[in-house]
């Protein structure tokens, strides 16, 4: 949950770091707003012709003819204005840097704030927040994928073992064979029987759990990371004040299947049968019981 957690909300998190250039671009367009207005823009202080349709040539050509009449070797009164004239030129002459300012002055410039020293943005577009929802949503449906692949591999997984179990027992499946079984080479090792083709684990107590696919609970839509983060989290906030804490829905174990595995129990415990005879059941349903020991 902790690592799930993490992830999202490092892929959620947007952290703005803007470079050198962008800054300068912002700060040019902060000063042309504070003296003009909010309409202004770098195309308009320019006064160029074609506005957006210039090129780079007509761009520089066009600071050139500004020169004329505001260079401040000719009037010094003009120097501040012409050093706005000049970045706004070498900003819009060069293609990269003429592309970050489309890109903002579409979507919007970040405000200084004095309090943390540097531009920031005070709000989010409507486009970000959508943004985010699609990723989250596109993570949760990749995320449910792998719990489904996780489940069919576990299950694969044991029906592996039920069956090389049953390849051991040379019963055929019309008897008990019991057998030993060590995950890894330092534990302890565990009984296994094989009774009438089913597989059961002896319990360190004697008691014997039957070993089977149909046992693994099908993972669900709540078990995806779209609802256990907001559930984790209201867990850790809100929920740590209430009695109750709120758990995902799960899918129950089908009671067909508890049936079905009850059901298998009883056979095999009834196949011992009174006396200590043993029952087998045939396809035909027909029962066949041992001969009664003198």
């Not at 003296?35 to 090129?55: A, H, V």
């Not at 204005?81 to 300012?101: C, F, M, P, V």
């Not at 005070?122 to 949503?137: A, E, G, H, N, S």
């Not at 002896?202 to 014997?208: I, L, M």
């Amino acid at each position: 949950m902790f690592r799930i957690g993490t992830v999202v909300f490092l892929l959620l998190t947007l952290v703005y770091c803007f470079t050198t250039e962008e800054v300068e671009v912002f700060q040019l367009q902060q000063e042309l707003v504070e003296k003009y207005g909010d309409e202004i823009d770098l195309y308009k202080f320019l006064k160029l012709p074609k506005s957006r349709d210039s090129n780079s040539k007509e761009i520089i050509k066009n600071l050139r003819k500004l020169s004329k009449k505001y260079h401040p070797d000719k009037n010094p009164k003009y120097k501040k204005l012409y050093e706005r004239l000049s970045k706004a030129t070498q900003i819009l002459s060069n293609d990269y840097r003429r592309k970050t300012y489309d890109y903002y002055l579409k979507n919007g410039f970040p405000d200084y704030n004095f309090s943390r020293g540097g531009f920031i943005f005070k709000r989010v577009q409507p486009k970000t927040w959508f943004l985010l929802m699609f990723l989250y949503i596109v993570a949760s449906g990749v995320h449910y994928a792998l719990l489904r692949l996780q489940n069919t591999s576990n299950k694969r997984r044991i029906d592996g073992f039920i069956q090389q179990c049953k390849e051991q027992d040379d019963s055929r499946g019309l008897g008990e064979k019991r057998l030993m079984f060590k995950q890894h080479e330092g534990d302890e090792p565990k009984e296994i029987i094989v009774r009438y083709g089913d597989v059961y684990l002896v319990e360190e107590d004697g008691n014997e759990s039957l070993i089977s696919s149909d046992t693994i609970t099908d993972p669900s839509v709540f078990d995806c990371m779209f609802f256990r983060i907001p559930v984790g989290i209201w867990n850790l906030t809100l929920g740590r004040f209430l009695p109750k804490k709120v758990q995902p829905t799960k899918n129950e174990p089908q009671p067909e299947q508890n049936k079905q595995a009850e059901d298998k129990k009883s056979k095999n415990q009834a196949a011992k049968g009174k006396g200590g005879q043993k029952k087998m059941t045939l396809p035909n349903g027909k029962a066949i019981h041992s001969r009664k020991k003198d």
